[in-house]
């Protein structure tokens, strides 16, 4: 067999390609694995990024609720361990080491991950290290529930609020707390329909004694009917969407005669860190009446307002809007629209609820709202008046009205925490 010259030159350079090409591979090989390795690398930190901050957490919680310091180094490296053995690529990490306070929790931990295709490089792993830290950010909490307690909510729903209520508040206050620390977290409670009962602290809001009396006229004769309520509507006036304290001009208005037994029979259960009172409160929640939501927000803006510390017992102040390391919140709720007002003149409920809420978010108070199995509008209201969409919960079903309670309280107790 005979070559040609061109046949020769042909074969030379498909066998120079076949050579550049074995030349290049290596590299290529290199590079993509090298990139798939990395892509793992970064999946992996973040991965135990997460799991050593949510370990610290956990931890500096069961420090707060009174747990020694070995319990605390015993929760957290658990809980370490159960997050980083749940993911999709094999990672093995150290046990936590851990430092510990008064105030702050600080755990690092060291992980190495094998590698995939870096391995033709002669890398078999990479290596790197975690740490996370816990302070306490805020160290008191005023909160006020907000019940709906309107017709509507009889039946199963009345019942799925106290179970859920319940919960939130074992969830919110620490069974054993430090000394020192009792009253680091506290909780109000208001209950609202067609009106508002002020209860004990009528005749500071509205200026009157609860002992009215209305007089009228029948059968050609003045009569006068005198009648005790401790119901109470908006208040009007320049002070009407702002929690200033109750005073001449700015009182809140008492109902007047014909709707004296509209509002519901649970008088403001004000600032407590003891959970009894309000297992106590819950468990009567009656429902009954109309939806005048906008005074349930008023009353719970008040029970956290400081402006309004004279009104209710000493124990019970509310903290100081410039308490350092302190913050409020607001927990509304509704199964309905709000339907009922007191003077319209004042504007629709919904329309006044929204003023309020603005005022208190321009206050600093958080305002989580929970729509539970409630019409458009009542949802719409509650959005506009939450503090972002991460604070509105939508429930369907009593199981999730338990669920955004405990979502809620869980948000609450991370505000007393930064890492």
């Known amino acids: 067999m005979k070559f040609t010259q061109t046949g020769r030159l042909q074969a030379s350079e498909e066998g120079q390609v076949a050579i550049l090409f074995a030349l290049a591979i290596f590299p290529i090989l290199l590079i993509a694995g090298f990139a798939i390795d990395f892509q793992v690398l970064t999946t992996n930190k973040s991965r135990a990024q997460s799991s050593i901050d949510s370990a610290v957490i956990a931890g500096t919680r069961a420090y707060q609720e009174g747990a020694t310091q070995a319990e605390v180094e015993q929760i957290v490296r658990t809980y370490f361990d159960a997050l ?10 150290t046990a936590p080491i851990i430092a510990i306070n008064e105030t ?19 890398i078999n792993k990479f290596a790197f290290g975690m740490e996370s830290a816990t302070t306490y950010g805020i160290g008191k909490v005023d ?36 000394p020192g620390r009792e009253n680091d977290v506290r909780l109000s409670m208001v209950a609202y329909n067609s009106a508002f009962n002020a209860g004990n602290y009528f005749e500071a809001a509205t200026g009157h004694s609860s002992e009215q009396s209305v007089d009228y006229y029948r059968d050609g004769s003045w009569h006068t009917f005198y009648y ?8 009007e006036g320049a002070e009407a969407f702002t929690d200033a304290a109750p005073g001449p001009g700015q009182y809140v208005e008492a109902a007047d005669a014909r709707r004296r037994n509209d509002c519901s029979g649970h008088e403001p259960l004000a600032l407590t860190s003891s959970r009894q009172p309000l297992y106590d409160y819950i468990t009567a929640l009656r429902a009954g009446g109309n939806t005048a939501g906008h005074l349930g927000v008023a009353w719970g803006w008040y029970t956290v307002s400081p402006n309004w510390a004279s009104v209710f017992p000493a124990a019970s102040a509310p903290l100081a809007y410039d308490e350092p390391d302190s913050a409020k919140a607001l927990i509304l709720m509704t199964d309905g629209e709000f339907n009922a007002v007191g003077d319209s003149s004042n504007g629709s ?19 989580y709202s929970v729509a539970f199995q409630a019409p458009e509008s009542g949802r719409d209201v509650l959005q506009y008046c939450s503090s972002g969409s991460d604070y509105f919960f939508r429930a369907e079903s ?22």
């Open 228 to 235: 005790d309520s401790t119901c109470v509507f908006e208040r």
């Open 398 to 419: 009593g199981q999730e009205l338990q669920d955004a309670y405990q979502s809620i309280a869980s948000s609450i107790s991370d505000l007393r925490l930064t890492l």
């Open 349 to 367: 409920s919904p329309w006044q609820a929204q003023q309020l809420c603005d005022g208190a978010k321009a206050a600093g108070i958080r305002i």
């Open 104 to 122: 702050d929790i600080k755990a690092r931990t060291d992980c190495e991950m094998q590698t995939y295709l870096a391995r033709i490089a002669d």
């Open 84 to 93: 980083i053995s749940n993911g999709p690529f094999p990672l093995t990490c």
């Open 143 to 178: 909160v006020a529930f907000v019940f709906d307690v309107s017709g509507s909510m009889d039946g199963s729903r009345i019942s799925d609020l106290k179970t859920a209520a319940r919960d939130a508040v074992d969830a919110l206050l620490v069974e054993d707390p430090k």
